[in-house]
Every structure is written in structure tokens, then in C-alpha cells.
């Protein structure tokens, strides 16, 4: 059985860095992309970073662009978020997403990140 959990958020300064980490077990995680979402409060969930499983392509969204870095350790099944710079606006629920066959969306429980002062 598929299964995804994240850990790392937590409360940050404006300007600070956090890492956050996606475990992922009962799939081959070596085969598939892996992304990562979030969702503000009042907001739509919406896409943040994309990393494929062979050659480490990856894509962000505009907003996170040059701050946040998305990775993986395909010998720990895990994949990471990197985030720096951060900004209030960046505060969220963190969720990470296995797309992984047969639904290709496969969430975890999420994580908060809150950015304030």
C-alpha cells in the first residue's frame, strides 16, 4: 500500500530556511515523479515543485522559483523540499504527492509551515 509522510515544518522567521521531507513506502519510489503542494488557509491546494524519477528533472511554480529547491534520495525513498528566503505568504500546509499508479495521486497528511515574525 501506497503511503507518504512528511515532517519538518514548523514556525519560521521571514528570510529563514526550513527542509521538509516526504517518506514514501509500499511503491518502487526510484520509478515515479514526486511533487509537492500546499494550501494556505481559505485558498485551493496548488502545485509548488515537481522532480521526476530517472534523470532529476524538475519544475516550481512561479512563486517559489530561485528560493525553494525539490530533491530526492531514491536510495531512502524520500524526496525534499528545500525552502529559503521565506516569506509570510509561504505560509501553508505542506502536502507531498506520490504519482503512482492507479490513481497518481497519492497525499500525505501534510505539514505546517508558518512564516511570521
Known amino acids: 500500500q501506497v503511503h507518504v509522510v512528511e515532517s519538518g515544518g514548523g514556525l519560521v522567521r521571514p528570510g529563514g530556511s526550513l527542509r521538509l521531507s516526504c517518506a514514501a513506502s509500499?511503491?518502487?519510489?526510484?520509478?515515479?515523479?514526486m511533487s509537492w503542494y500546499r494550501q494556505a488557509p481559505g485558498k485551493e491546494r496548488e502545485f509548488v515543485a515537481r522532480?521526476?524519477?530517472?534523470?532529476?528533472?524538475?519544475n516550481y511554480a512561479d512563486s517559489v522559483k530561485g528560493r525553494f529547491t525539490i530533491s530526492r534520495d531514491n536510495a531512502k525513498s524520500t524526496v525534499y523540499l528545500q525552502m529559503n528566503s521565506l516569506k509570510p505568504e509561504d505560509t501553508a500546509v505542506y502536502y507531498c504527492?506520490?504519482?503512482?499508479?492507479?490513481?497518481?495521486?497519492?497525499w500525505g497528511q501534510g505539514t505546517q509551515v508558518t512564516v511570521s515574525s
Open positions: 522532480i521526476r524519477p530517472t534523470n532529476g528533472t524538475t
Open positions: 509500499g511503491f518502487t519510489f526510484s520509478f515515479y515523479p
Open positions: 504527492k506520490a504519482h503512482v499508479p492507479p490513481t497518481y495521486a497519492y
